[in-house]
């Protein structure tokens, strides 16, 4: 599941700098222009755990699940895509969310996923 985290982190990361707004007539608003740019530190981390995950023998020890940070960049991502919505409507723009806010909320579940399936896989097997 390490490589699954890491994978999920670098959509995260790559999200930053897609269009996270797209309207008609308007120029389309990467997460970075928007100053999200802490949505890849989140990534950095959920990158760094996947591979201590994916890789123990490189690490000296496991840097956790990364469960944590995909939670947050859910939580954090759904809130961006809500406000999207609404500062679109309060404009009376026609748009809707990009792209790359949809990847971040889409890896920020790929992450989360990557550290629940094995904490879930442990208990079965008590």
Sequence with gaps: MGWVAVIG???VALGVFLPWVQAPGYVAKSGWAAGEWWFLI???FAIARGLSMAMPDRF???MGTPVI???LILVFGFSKVNSVHQQLSAAGVSGGVG???YLVVVGGAVVTLAGLLPILAA???R
């Design 9 to 11: 982190g670098g959509m």
């Design 60 to 62: 000296n020890r496991q």
């Design 42 to 44: 989140l990534a950095g």
């Design 69 to 71: 940070g995909g939670v």
């Design 99 to 101: 792209t790359g806010l």
């Design 123 to 125: 208990r079965q097997h």
